[in-house]
Each structure stands twice: as structure tokens, then as C-alpha cells.
């Protein structure tokens, strides 16, 4: 019993859901906007079941004095200081996201403001240095399919630029002249000789053409390689996913995918 | 090969302070930058630039401040696009912690363009009362409201800020038929009927345009369910690593536009003929991509010099 209800009700409301989008006419174009907003209701509570979660983790690991437990305390202050602030600007103002300008604006906002959006981007800044430091340790063009990755990321990487493209393409070419070398080192002679071609190649047009046409023709390669060899891998993945997606829906509504059920 | 062995496992703190360099010298200094615009970016201005004055847009705020480099600038843009142009905007978000930045472009859009148009506002005002000396009458408050409604824009009437809901999909479908079943008030907890500018607004059916501003997978949603299902015209403005994912749907025209990263918003200011965030951010992205480059290739040939010698001596 325990089990089957939930089925039945996952069974019920799955094949009611499928056949609600595709038939918008009444009754089930009502009975669908119905269940929208239930569900966005939901969505509220699992917000507070969040919450719930994160303060009783926290105060637990306090309790007990584990380790980190300080960062546990900061986060309970934060969490519950922002609260305050969000609840004092909505007493004063109406509403916690008072903005007038970026002089005159609520407590809550100035938490925001100035606290949480410079650390969310000083966390995500930090990507630059490691990125930085991974291109030059595990970016490596050891295979034939590494060396046409690279490439292909490079060229997108200086279509992407709106100056320095000429230096840049001078690396590539010196880049690929070198992966040919290497090729022809490691008795691959033929991609040793497409490599350096193009390397070469690449110079030459970059000592023939001015530096402004350059830069002019770097983002419709960028544009190219986006628009057609890596949309068609992309596309490919979609599909897959899709049908992934599609099938794995099937599976929980007719109760074979039950692993929701539990989390045993 | 010993001095090789050493650069391949240099001390991984000169590199951050190389990246630090180059990502700083190009914001301290101004440097003049041109671009070419790029078909996906010129597809969204277009989409924007062709809506009719008085036309109701949605911004949708999917970012927050880990994007703030990349999207705000294309959020600000195009909410200066949509004032300049007379469109009229509805902000809802499906990250809280977006929404503030998104009400900020968008107010600070509306501060820029009442402050451009103070002049032609404070003339107005004073035409009206060399016209209509006595101030408590009709037709002096319908003078100020004439020169209020041609020259400044205001909460309400040019622009609603619907705030955050949660529960993505159920909202994006919902909204089809009835965006108050969902949003019965704004972020003040104002009843949205008593809107100006929502009155006659319910559905897609009165949004001519839709601009999603995301990091994730929010463009997706958007497409699969107010694009497909309602057919409603999508531009998005996204973040770099987000671009390729939306390739399909540019092709496939259920995207009618794409902003892609900082570059992207950078070619919209250059369209809009303004300076932003995109402008000035670009030159330090140039070096750092420049940076980036280098290291690859030098990592490269250090490895390839590497491998000839140990295989030599194999």
C-alpha cells in the first residue's frame, strides 16, 4: 500500500499532465493551469524544507563543537542577519529590494549589494587563475584529436577578442607548426605535413594581410565553427538526452523507475 | 631538459600573478576598442529594435552575481534599448538571488534615461504652467502627465517589476494563459491590476518579446515552453560556456537572437552606440585570452619537446 498509492497517483497525474499539454481545450486547460500553480506552491515549501534543512545541519555540527564548526556559525549568522535586514526593509519600505539608487537603498539590498554579489564574484573569479594554470599543466595536445580540440578552442578563443587577434593567431600558427614537428617526430608523417601546412600557411596569411582584415575574419571563423561542426555535435547530444529524457519520464510513470520512491 | 622540467612545473602562483597582470593593466588603462558584429547579436538588437513603441517585453532574470561580468551588461543594454525604443518592461526572475541585479539595470535604465531627457521633461513642465497657471487644475496635471509619459519613465507605467516565484517550468507554462495566476502582485506586494501598464497584459499573447538573461539551462525551458508551446519570440543573453548549447535553436529559428558573453554584449552596446560594462570589460578579456593561449602552447611544446627526448632515450 505503502508503495502502490504513490504509484497510482504518479501514474494518474503523468498521464493526466501529458495529455493536458497537448489538449489545452477544457476542461484540461484549466485543470492544467490549476496544477501549475499547486505546483509552484510547492516549490515554495521545498525552499522552507531547505531552510530547514541548512539551519538544523548547522546548529547540530555548533552543538556538538565539530570541526569547521565557526564556518557553521558564520553561516547561520548570515543567514539568519540577511533575514533581519530583509525583514527591517520590508517593515520601512514594503518591500526588501528598495532601490532608488545605488545610494539610497534598503539594508537588505546593501547585504546584497555589498556582501553577497562581490563574494559570489570573487568565488567565481577565482576560474580565471585555475583556468590560467590548467591550460598551461593539462591542456595538452598529445593526440591527433587533442591537437584538432585545441585548435578548434583557440580559434574560438580569438574570435571572441577585440584586440590582440594578430598575436594571438601568431601563436597558433608557431602552435601548429610545432605540432607538426612533433608528428613528424613520433613517425606520423602525414599529420606532421597537414600541421605544419597550415602552421605555415597561417603565417603566411598572417604577414599578407593587414592586421585590421585580421581581426575581421578571426570572429566568422569563431561564428563558422559554431555554427556548424559544434552545433551538429550539439545537436546529436540533444536529441540524445531528449529521448534519454523521454524514456526515463515513461519509466517513473508507469511505475518500472521507482528509485524516486525512496531514497534507501 | 632539466630547465624544461623545471617550466613545466613552475610555481603555479606566477601564473595567477600573470593572469592578475593582464586582467588589470587593460581595466586601469582605457583602451579603445572596435568590433564587428556578429549575426546572432545583430538578430537580437533587431528584435528589439523592430517592436512598436508602447510594446510589452519580458526580461527574465535567470543569472546572479557569479555571471554579473557577462550578463549584467546585456541586461543593461537592452533595458536602455527598450526604454529608448518606448517599449515597456516586465521583470520576473527564476533565481532570487538574480533578482535584485536585474531590478537594478532595469532601474538604473530608467534613472539614465530620465536623466537624458531632464531638459525636454523641466520644458515640458514649464510650457505647462505658462499655459495653465493655476496648478490644481485638469488640464495642468494632464500637461505634466503628457510630459511625465514623453519624457520619463516610471514604475508602473513604463516598466513592472514582478519578482521571484518559485518552481521554473509550472510559471513558464502557467504564464500562457494567465500571468496573474501566478503574479497577483509585483516585488511590493502591489496588486498588479492596479498596474497602469499591466492592464491588457495576461498572456504571451501581449508580450511581443521575451529576453531571457541566464548561466544555466533557462534558455531551454524558455524555448521548449513559452517559445514552442505559445510561440512566443525568445532572444537570450548568456554567459560564454551557455553559447554552444543554443546553437540548435538559433539555426532553428526558435531563437530569434543571441547575446553570447561578454563579447556579445560589448557588440549590442557598439550597436546601441553606448559604453557599458561589455565595452570595457572586453579588453581585459582579450589578454586574458591571450594569456590563456600562450600557456596552452607553450605547455604543448614543452610536452612535445619532452616526449622526443624520452623517446630517444627509450
Redesign the interface.
Known sequence: MKRRVPLLITFIMGVLMVVT?FIPREPF?SF??R???W??????F??LLGLDSLVKHHFRKIVRKRKDAFYSIVTLVALFGTLAAGIVTWAKY??P?E????EQIGSF?WV??WI??????T??ALL??F???A????????TFDATLL?VA??LV??G?????TV??AI??A??LV??G??RF??REPVLGVIFSSIGVALGVLLIVFPAAKI??IA?QVQ?WI??VP??AA??GI?IGVTLGAVAMSIRIILGIERTYLSST | MKFIRWL?K?D?RI??L???GV?LVPILID?P????V??PVEAAYNAVDTLKPGSVIMLSVDY??????ECHPMIEAVSNHAFRNGLKIILVAHIP?G???G??AV??AA?EYNELHKAEYESALSKALSTHPDTTSPGYRLAVEEAALANQKRYGIDYV?L?F???M???M??MG??IR??YAQD???TNVDSLPMMEGVHNYDDIALLASFAHGIQVETWIAYAGA?YGQQIIAGVT?VV???L??Y??SKQLTGLIG?L?GA?EYESLLGRKGLGTKG??A?????????????????F??IL??FS?RKS
Not at chain 1, 505546483?39 to 515554495?44: D, K, R, T
Open positions: 499539454f486547460g492544467e493551469q496544477m501549475m500553480v505546483a509552484s506552491i510547492l516549490g515554495g521545498t525552499l514594503g518591500t529590494l532601490f532608488a539608487s545605488l539590498y546584497y549589494w553577497m554579489v562581490p563574494l559570489q564574484g568565488v567565481f580565471a587563475f583556468i590560467a594554470s591550460a598551461y599543466r593539462a591542456f595538452r595536445a598529445r585545441l578552442a583557440i578563443m580569438i571572441k577578442m577585440t584586440m590582440g598575436p594571438a601563436i597558433l608557431v602552435f610545432a605540432a614537428v612533433y617526430f613520433i581581426a575581421e570572429p561564428e559554431m555554427s559544434q552545433m550539439r545537436r540533444l | 613545466t613552475i603555479r601564473i595567477f600573470l593572469m592578475f586582467v583602451i576598442v572596435e568590433t564587428d556578429s549575426p546572479d552575481a557569479t555571471s554579473y561580468p538571488t533578482l535584485p541585479l531590478q537594478a532601474e538604473e534613472l517589476n519578482g516565484r518559485p518552481g517550468v509550472p510559471i507554462v502557467g494563459r494567465e495566476d501566478f516585488y511590493k506586494s508551446r560564454g553559447i554552444p548549447d546553437y540548435p538559433l539555426q558573453g563579447k560589448n572586453m579588453p578579456q582579450s589578454t586574458a585570452h591571450i594569456l590563456v593561449i600562450f600557456l596552452i602552447v607553450l605547455g604543448s611544446i610536452e612535445f616526449n622526443i623517446r
